[in-house]
């Protein structure tokens, strides 16, 4: 069973019991637009203790602002009481939530195109908002006054543009004017909610004309202070060079390609990533331009490719010479490509020919040195100076009595 059919089933169950109940917001934006919808959800006068009731599976996720989750078929389903929001003081949260009626549910929403529902027994749309109209003109536009919707929560204005890129619609004058009035607040909004929205820009293949929009708005400047300009106007030429699916990592790092490395890499700590974001993005911004090294030997690039990040790397390379239009630069890639393709089915990552144990039967200290020795005979090893355990058995003998320790 689908995510859409456990959602319905969980209308007709409420409607059957007499409550109202309609699919709610992005989902009925995407079945109008034929497209599919990440997840849908129901909206409902029922209270939550009426909907935990009803299911038998639920999660109280946020039962105080009226929000269940219902699991059918191992589908999870978010479940809202009709609502009303106030109180937003910060900018960030309401501080009162009151249950009411579809139309003001309707009227809390950020966009029109979000504010529609559906309901799936009539197959009827439910539009308060004017949502239809707009998803017909093509246009993002907050539901009433911009300025005071985007003082409620300032992460819509993230939302605006991430949606204007998806959907390669237009964002309405007024409500952009807003936008443009109000980004330096962005700033106050957590890192983690602003990578939640900055990724879906800068993943998706429309993303030169998102990132145009967080430039001119002053979004971009005001997420990452210092950034704009040159830097910004490289930004867009290098993501526009990318591949059309990107990681959010190759992503930022194509963002930042036209800062100094380490302005890049003080900068994007303010999104929180995970920790595997953090080593895939370090590894670009760091290994910049290492690749365009014509004379790069053997065992480095060994090491390059038995890490998970080579072709990002490669990717990003790519991108900004051709971004600067820089024919000398793509050379020294399309010979590396060359190199790479006739190195063949090769192990870039063997089995060190000699353990730690092995290392001190030769007679090698334990400590740093040991270390140092086991690193230089792996590269010797990566390089193909060194192929048989004999023959490595002999160079560590030739590098103890270099360093002063054989016997
Ligand atoms: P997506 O396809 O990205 O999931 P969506 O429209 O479903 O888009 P969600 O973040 O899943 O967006 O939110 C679901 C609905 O909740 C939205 O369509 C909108 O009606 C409402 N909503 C979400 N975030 C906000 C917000 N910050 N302010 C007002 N309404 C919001
Ligand atoms: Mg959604």
Redesign the pocket.
């Known amino acids: 069973m689908s995510n859409k059919q456990a959602a319905i089933e969980i209308v007709q169950r409420l409607q059957g019991h007499g409550f109202q109940a309609l699919l ?4 009925v ?2 079945m109008l637009l034929g497209r599919p ?3 849908y ?1 129901v909206a409902t006068d029922a209270q939550p203790a009426d909907v935990m009731r009803l299911f038998h599976r639920t999660l109280k996720v946020g039962a105080q602002f009226g929000v269940v989750i219902v699991l059918v078929h191992n589908e999870q389903v978010e479940v809202a009481t009709f609502r009303s929001e106030a109180g937003y003081e910060d900018g960030r949260h309401p501080t009162e939530v009151r249950f009411t009626s579809a139309a003001e549910d309707a009227s ?4 029109t195109i ?2 529609m529902f559906y309901d799936p027994r009539k197959e009827q749309v439910i539009d308060y908002v004017e949502g239809q109209a707009d998803l017909a003109r093509r246009v993002i536009r907050t539901i009433g006054d911009p300025e005071e919707r985007f003082g409620e ?1 300032y ?2 204005m993230l ?1 605006a543009v991430r949606f204007s890129t998806r959907l390669g619609f237009a964002i309405e004058p007024e409500t952009y004017a807003a936008v443009h009035r109000n980004a330096a607040k962005i700033a106050r909004i957590s890192g983690e909610r602003i990578a939640a929205e900055l990724e ?1 820009i800068l993943v998706h293949p429309n993303r030169v004309r998102g990132v145009a929009m967080l430039l001119e708005t002053g979004l971009a400047g005001a997420i990452f202070p210092g950034f704009g300009g040159e830097p910004g106007r490289q930004a867009v030429a290098v993501l526009g060079r990318l591949r059309r699916k990107v990681s959010f990592p190759l992503a930022l790092a194509a963002f930042f390609a036209g800062c100094p490395a380490q302005f890049a890499l003080e900068k994007y700590e303010i999104l929180k990533l995970s920790n595997k974001q953090v080593r895939h993005i370090e590894f670009l911004l760091s290994h910049r331009g290492s690749l365009l090294d014509a004379a790069m030997s053997l065992a480095p690039l060994k090491k390059f490719l038995a890490g998970p990040y080579f072709w990002d790397l490669y990717e990003l390379e790519r991108a900004i010479q051709k971004a600067a239009g820089a024919r000398q630069g793509l050379t020294p890639l399309s010979k590396l490509r060359r190199r790479i393709r006739d190195l063949g089915d090769i192990d870039v990552k063997p089995k060190p020919l000699l353990n730690g144990h092995d290392l001190m039967r030769l007679g090698a200290t334990p400590g740093p040195s040991l270390g140092q020795l086991a690193e230089e005979l792996y590269v010797a090893q990566l390089e193909g100076d060194v192929t048989t355990g004999e023959q490595a058995e002999q160079w560590v003998g030739q590098w103890l009595s270099r360093h002063g320790e054989s016997q």
């Open positions: 709610a917001g992005g989902c934006r995407d919808a990440k997840d959800d809390r929403r950020d966009f979000n504010g929560d992460l819509r939302r879906g």
